[in-house]
């Protein structure tokens, strides 16, 4: 992993820490992924680094979704998900996450992201995850264990774009997502506009 660049927003605004990493095949050194990812500090900004551009968020097509997919969570997802060795108390203790501003204890956002990869995967790959090629987005706000995510997707060629939020809330969770796929003449038809 290495750190692709850092961006101070200012003291009481926190940081942006862009990171890098790459994987490879150990036998033969081929490149199989690229994986970058954005970390805010809260708290952490002031300490006088350049303060910007951002990348530009992915658009999402100004029309209705083309599909759209409700998953709902279990209220106990975010203690499965500590089992994948994630020590944070943000996800399990509600006094940790009271003290850090929030109702509840909240999912793991990799736990909302994975349910938004669901439903691309079930939507456009009829779950055949060798056709997902990169993913992009950004999170928004937080999931409360419990709560139904619905995913809408808009399909250009290759290019899924999708933005989740909960209905519970009305409350956009991931947004200006983008997912390139792989074999487009094998993709089935996406189902109506409804809820599935």
Same mark, same amino acid.
Request: with cysteine; glycine share 10%.
């Given at each position: 992993?290495?750190?692709?660049?850092?961006?101070?927003k200012? $003291?009481?605004?926190?940081?942006?820490?862009?990171?890098?990493?790459?994987?490879?095949?150990?036998?033969?050194?081929?490149?199989?992924a690229?994986?970058?990812?954005?970390?805010?500090?809260?708290?952490?900004?002031g300490f006088?680094?350049?303060?910007?551009?951002?990348?530009?968020?992915?658009?999402?097509?100004?029309?209705?979704?083309?599909? #759209?997919?409700?998953?709902?969570t279990?209220?106990?997802?975010?203690?499965?998900?500590?089992?994948?060795?994630?020590?944070?108390?943000?996800? $399990?203790?509600?006094?940790?996450?009271?003290? $850090?501003?929030?109702?509840a204890?909240?999912?793991?956002?990799?736990?909302?992201?994975?349910? $938004?990869?669901?439903?691309?995967?079930r939507?456009y790959?009829?779950?055949?995850?060798?056709?997902?090629?990169?993913?992009?987005?950004?999170?928004?706000s937080? #999931?409360?264990?419990?709560?139904t995510?619905?995913?809408?997707?808009?399909?250009?060629?290759?290019?899924?774009?999708?933005?989740?939020?909960?209905?519970?809330?009305?409350?956009v #969770?991931?947004?200006?997502g983008? #997912?390139?796929?792989?074999?487009?003449?094998?993709?089935?038809?996406?189902?109506?506009?409804?809820?599935?």
């Open positions: 992993t290495r750190v692709a660049n850092i961006l101070d200012g $003291a009481d605004k926190g940081a942006l820490l862009y990171q890098e990493r790459t994987l490879k095949d150990k036998a033969t050194g081929e490149l199989l690229t994986l970058t990812s954005t970390t805010f500090a809260r708290g952490n900004g006088g680094g350049v303060s910007g551009p951002q990348p530009e968020p992915h658009r999402l097509p100004e029309r209705e979704p083309d599909a #759209v997919c409700d998953l709902r279990l209220p106990q997802q975010a203690l499965i998900y500590r089992l994948s060795g994630d020590p944070n108390p943000l996800h $399990a203790d509600p006094k940790t996450a009271e003290h $850090a501003g929030f109702k204890p909240i999912l793991h956002g990799l736990c909302t992201l994975g349910v $938004a990869g669901h439903a691309v995967l939507t790959c009829g779950y055949d995850a060798k056709r997902f090629k990169s993913l992009k987005l950004r999170f928004a937080p #999931v409360y264990p419990g709560e995510i619905r995913t809408e997707m808009w399909q250009d060629g290759d290019e899924i774009s999708f933005r989740s939020k909960v209905l519970e809330r009305d409350t #969770v991931l947004n200006n983008l #997912v390139q796929v792989g074999e487009p003449d094998a993709w089935p038809a996406p189902p109506g506009s409804g809820p599935s």
